[in-house]
């Protein structure tokens, strides 16, 4: 996959009930792909703008590791955003995770 340059950190929260409390794990992950996307829409409040970013996973680099889930973190850099939908492409020419996160 061309473009797999970054690296990037997963963070996922989850609740441990047996502890009552959150259990933060992070995912370092070398050679992806990352980018951002303005988009914008108007409706009947006006025009909204926001920046969308696009990350895709190569299998090979996703290895076992859990899929990531709405809410979650994803940080590149000094960027970090939340993920709003994940796609699992691993199943596909050039198999790849493709999350979008804002």
Same mark, same amino acid.
């Given at each position: 996959?061309?473009?797999?340059? !970054?690296?990037?950190? *997963?963070?996922?929260? $989850?609740?441990?009930?047996?502890?009552?409390?959150?259990?933060?794990?992070?995912?370092?992950?070398?050679? +992806? =792909? &990352?980018?951002?996307?303005? #988009? $914008? %829409?108007?409706?009947?409040?006006? *025009?909204?703008? %926001? #920046?969308?970013? !696009?990350?895709?996973? /190569? %299998? %090979?680099? &996703?290895?076992?590791?859990?899929? /990531?889930? /709405?809410?979650?973190?994803?940080?590149?850099?000094?960027? =970090?955003?939340? +993920? *709003?939908?994940?796609?699992?492409?691993?199943? !596909? $020419?050039?198999?790849?995770?493709? +999350?979008? $996160?804002?």
């Amino acid at each position: 996959m061309l473009g797999c340059d !970054k690296t990037i950190t *997963l963070v996922h929260t $989850a609740y441990d009930s047996a502890a009552d409390t959150d259990i933060t794990t992070e995912t370092v992950l070398a050679g +992806v =792909s &990352w980018y951002a996307q303005n #988009r $914008a %829409a108007v409706d009947s409040t006006g *025009l909204h703008s %926001a #920046r969308v970013y !696009k990350c895709r996973i /190569p %299998a %090979a680099v &996703w290895g076992d590791t859990a899929l /990531p889930v /709405p809410g979650d973190t994803i940080r590149c850099g000094t960027v =970090s955003a939340a +993920v *709003l939908d994940v796609h699992d492409n691993r199943g !596909k $020419a050039n198999g790849h995770i493709y +999350v979008e $996160a804002s």
